[in-house]
């Protein structure tokens, strides 16, 4: 296996005000090398001249590409032209700039909704491109799957070290918390809140509550991009989860056992469902030795208290 020294490098983390940004910087700050980041007043990642210009006066080592237009079911279905476009602006962007200053590390951040809908689960690295995609987010796919391609194509057209993970669904502290536009996770926190606060005795799900997700703690992710920075080098992208999953019925109701809400749920079946079942297959991640460590209860326990110290009672 072969490694990568973060010792005395300048690290920049492209997206560090996003969840999984601020995580993998957190993370960084227990490894020696300097965090480097940018105000998105400083730079707009959308903007090619500037983003080249950054990164070669920074004398940027190494990327995490964690910048991304992202959010929940309804926003993909609803603004599929910024999903598109912002994506695949950001990612030709930094990755062209990475190169051209010659960056000596870059780990680029996908997602799991790059895979075929009627993907054999749990979805294997190997089942890209093998079917059509989920239509509720094929926009966002679509955009991470070229950001996939791009850094194979450096690597094989300028033998730059440009590697991806593609985590799966993610929760935890500094999530977006916004009903209309977050994932499921963060969005079921706040109704579940707001239900037990004012004593409300049901909480509405969208969709059927059937379809099942795999659920990863930010902190896990994070550890997980440092472990694969450090440690791996090859073309093929890596799956990053847990490898088990859970129906959307049993994720309220370990949210609501966490809020410690008694009420009913009940489901909107006008809303989408999505994709059936989302679970990863993560042999390869862990047969490189990496596996999360954070248990789901005590993820969402630390997700929870988070939102209600950092968003419920500041609002309040
Ligand atoms: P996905 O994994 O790309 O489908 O994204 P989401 O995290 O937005 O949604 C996951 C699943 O949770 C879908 O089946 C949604 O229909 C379901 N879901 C249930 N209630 C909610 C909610 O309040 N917000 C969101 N975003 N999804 C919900």
Redesign the pocket.
Known sequence: MSSFDLSRKRVWVAGHRGMAGAAIARRLEREPCEIVTAARSELDLLRQADVHAWVADQKIDAVFLAAATVG???A?TTRPAEFLYENLTIETNVIHAAKSAGVKKLLFLGSS?IYPRMAEQPMKEETLLTGALEP??EWYAIAKIAGIKLCAAYRRQYGCDFVSVMPT?LYGPGDRYD?EN????A??IM?IHAARMSNSPTVE???S?T?K?EFLFTEDLADACVFVMKNYSEELFLNVGTGRDMT?LELAESIARVAGWKGTLTFDRS?????PR?VMNVSRLRDLGWSAQTPFDEGIRQAYDWYVASVANRAA
């Open positions: 929940g079911i309804m993909n909704c509720t987010n669904n009903a977050g994932h499921v996770v969005a079921l109704k799900l969208w969709g509550g379809p997700r959307i809303k989408p469902d999505g994709m989302k």
